[in-house]
């Protein structure tokens, strides 16, 4: 059985920066591309960044360009999304995801396994 469960979220005011994690457990973790996704109260769930089985090709979503850097560790079978210069506008619950393949992906459908998703608050 597949888990991801995320960790890190919290409270942060505008211009800080919180670290996610996600633990992936049930599957080997090398053979599955990441994702990082978000929804805010009443918007639908967007694409944040993605990461490659391997960890050597990344992608972003516009929104989150040069300010969030994903990132794997597969010893640890955890990828991590460092997000600075946090803006009240990120404010959302942030989901990690995975399927199997090699590729990333930005699109939801593309996704087999999902965590419970962690809360990011930031205030103004």
């Known amino acids: 059985q597949v888990q991801l469960v995320e960790s890190g979220g919290g409270l942060v005011q505008a211009g800080g920066s919180l670290r996610l994690s996600c633990a992936l457990s049930g599957r080997t973790f090398s053979n599955y591309a990441m994702g990082w996704f978000r929804q805010a109260p009443g918007k639908e769930r967007e694409f944040v960044a993605a990461?490659?089985?391997?960890?050597?090709?990344?992608g972003y979503g516009d929104s989150v360009k040069g300010r969030f850097t994903i990132s794997r560790d597969n010893a640890k079978n955890t990828v991590y999304v460092q997000m600075n210069s946090l803006k009240p506008e990120d404010t959302a619950v942030y989901y990690c995801?995975?399927?199997?393949?090699?590729?990333?992906?930005?699109?939801?459908?593309?996704?087999?396994?999902w965590g419970q998703g962690t809360q990011v608050t930031v205030s103004s």
């Open positions: 995801a995975a399927y199997r393949g090699p590729y990333y992906s930005k699109r939801q459908s593309d996704y087999n396994y």
């Open positions: 990461i490659t089985s391997s960890g050597q090709s990344t």
